[in-house]
C-alpha cells in the first residue's frame, strides 16, 4: 500500500496534479492524504459569511477548508472510481512546509505529489516558489507536476548526476517504483564541462549502473558549459517524460533549483520532476 500526499489550494494547477497522481497510480493501492493549509489572509469575507455567527475565525477557516475538501475527493471519486484507492482530507492552519513534514511523518508518506506554475509573465523561474521550497526541505520525495502536463507513461526518462554521490538502494527506490511497470528507458545524464572524472566518481556510476541494472539504461556525457540548457535541449530533442534526480544539502541540485530569472539560463522545465533525498 502506497502512501500519497497531495497539498491542494483547489487551483487548476493543483488539480491537474492530483488527475496525474490518479493515473499514475491507476494500479496500485494508495492511500491519498488531501491536504489544504491556509492562512486568514487567503479567505475573502464571502466565505466567512456562510459560517454560524457563534463560531470563531479559526472555526471558520476550518469549515470552509473542509467543505471544500470534501467536494474535491467526492469529485475525484466520482471521476475515477478506483477501488484501490483511499482518500482521506486534512485541513491545517500552519506554515506550509511545516505542515507537509509534520504529515509526511505522522502518516508515513512516501511520495508528495503536487503542481507547479512554471514560468509566467516577468517573473519567469524554473518553478513556483512553493514548489521549490517543498523540493529544498521537505523529508520526502516530491513529484512536481508542471501546469497543464497531461498524463504521459514514463517511457523514457532522465536521471540526472554529477557522479559525487554514493548512491544506495533506499535513495533511488521512489525513482525505480514509479517507472517499474513501463518498461522505461533510463538516460543518465551527466554534464561534465570539460572536467576528468575522479575514482569516486566512476565507483558511483558503477553503483548506478548495478541499482539500474533491470532497466535499460544509457550512461550520456553532456559537455557544455550550461547545465540548464544542457538537459533543457536533451529533454526536448529525446522525448524525456520524467527528470529525476537525488538532493543533498549544500549541492549541485540547490544550484540547479537556484530561483532565478529563466532568461539567464534558457531552462525552464516543463515534464514531472521527481526530487528524492539523500538518506
Known amino acids: ?16 496534479a492530483i488527475n496525474f497522481a490518479m493515473n499514475v497510480f491507476k494500479e496500485i493501492e494508495c ?4 491536504l489544504n493549509v491556509q492562512k486568514a489572509s487567503s479567505f475573502v469575507s464571502d466565505d466567512l459569511m456562510t459560517a454560524s455567527p457563534s463560531m470563531n475565525l479559526y472555526q471558520s477557516l476550518i469549515e470552509v477548508s473542509k467543505k471544500s475538501l470534501s467536494n474535491l475527493i467526492q469529485n475525484i471519486e466520482s471521476k475515477f472510481k478506483n477501488p484501490k484507492h483511499q482518500f482521506n482530507p486534512i485541513v491545517d492552519y500552519d506554515n506550509f512546509i511545516d505542515s ?3 504529515v509526511c511523518e505522522v502518516n508515513k508518506v512516501d511520495l508528495i505529489v503536487m ?9 519567469k523561474v524554473i518553478f513556483g516558489s512553493n514548489t521549490v521550497r517543498v523540493m529544498q526541505r ?3 520525495p516530491v513529484l512536481a507536476i508542471p501546469n497543464n502536463y497531461k498524463f504521459k507513461r514514463f517511457s523514457r526518462v532522465a536521471f540526472l548526476s554529477n557522479y559525487l554521490t554514493e548512491y544506495k538502494k533506499e535513495d533511488l527506490l521512489t525513482f525505480l517504483d514509479l517507472i517499474s511497470s513501463n518498461n522505461s528507458i ?3 545524464l551527466h554534464v561534465s564541462q570539460g572536467k576528468v572524472l575522479t575514482k569516486d566518481q566512476e565507483q558511483n556510476i558503477t553503483l548506478l549502473d548495478n541499482s539500474f541494472a533491470k532497466f535499460s539504461h544509457t550512461f550520456i556525457d553532456l559537455k557544455g558549459e550550461d547545465v540548464y540548457k544542457e538537459v533543457n535541449d536533451f529533454i526536448k530533442l529525446n522525448e524525456i517524460n520524467l527528470l529525476a534526480m537525488v538532493n543533498r544539502k549544500h549541492s549541485f541540485f540547490e544550484r540547479f533549483l537556484s530561483i532565478q530569472k529563466v532568461e539567464d539560463f534558457g531552462f525552464n522545465i516543463d515534464i514531472p520532476f521527481l526530487v528524492m533525498h539523500k538518506h
Open 186 to 188: 533510463i538516460n543518465v
Open 100 to 102: 507537509l513534514n509534520q
Open 138 to 140: 521537505a523529508k520526502t
Open 31 to 34: 492511500t491519498f492524504y488531501v
Open 115 to 123: 503542481g507547479t506554475k512554471g514560468a509566467s509573465g516577468l517573473e
Open 1 to 16: 500500500m502506497k502512501t500519497i500526499l497531495l497539498p491542494t489550494d483547489f487551483s487548476n494547477n493543483s488539480l491537474n
